[in-house]
């Protein structure tokens, strides 16, 4: 089996597909559809968007220095690919795709009520890296849609049929292959068993997971989060 090798390129898939809500003081709320977003510090909970300097919705959050990530699943993906190629600046995003601007709890821009869930995010910092700029920020506050608590009273947020972006398209999540440490774990699959016991007795140790999952854990499970 033979690489090929190309120039380099972002190929780093898949990856979230969020529809980011901003909002001037007296106008209409924005949404803009991104895929360039992710997941920078637990403690405290940081996350990074970056938006291209000439997209409407860039002004807004440098100016406002606020937005919300809504996460985006089956029953929104139209309104996911609509809200990344029509501009703020022509049409009326929330109307035109008849979503619901949620009152958030700690700023100004609204989230979106149809999605799962709604990080309400601050700006701390932004890096000017070339065609985008990266908006690096606090996440102040996170609403859940109640549908999605389960009997046990945990957020099961994998049942809201999530949807990613994966080379110019967009895919629901897949089967279930396993939970984190599952590699580790004495009980689970016998696979999984296996791998995770000669992994550990090579180095005469059980793998260490990493400071950041460990945190991120944590936050999970004091958030009721699955």
Known sequence: MAKISWKPGNM???LPAVMVSCMREGERPNIITLAWAGTICSDPVMLSVSIRKERYSHAIIKETGEFVVNLTTRDLVFATDYCGVRSGKDVDKFREMNLTCAPSSKIMAPGI???PV???CVVE???ELGTHDMFIAKV???NVDDKYMNESGRFD???S???TYSHGSYFTLGEKLGTF???VKKQGTKQGTKQGTKQGTKQGKKPRRSTEMKTSKKQEKAQGIK
């Open 181 to 183: 440490g599952y590699s």
């Open 113 to 115: 009520a149809e999605s």
């Open 118 to 120: 709604n990080l309400e």
């Open 12 to 14: 780093l898939y898949p």
């Open 125 to 127: 910092e932004i890096k």
């Open 157 to 159: 947020l994998n049942s």
């Open 140 to 142: 102040v506050a996170v």
């Open 161 to 163: 049929d999530l949807i």
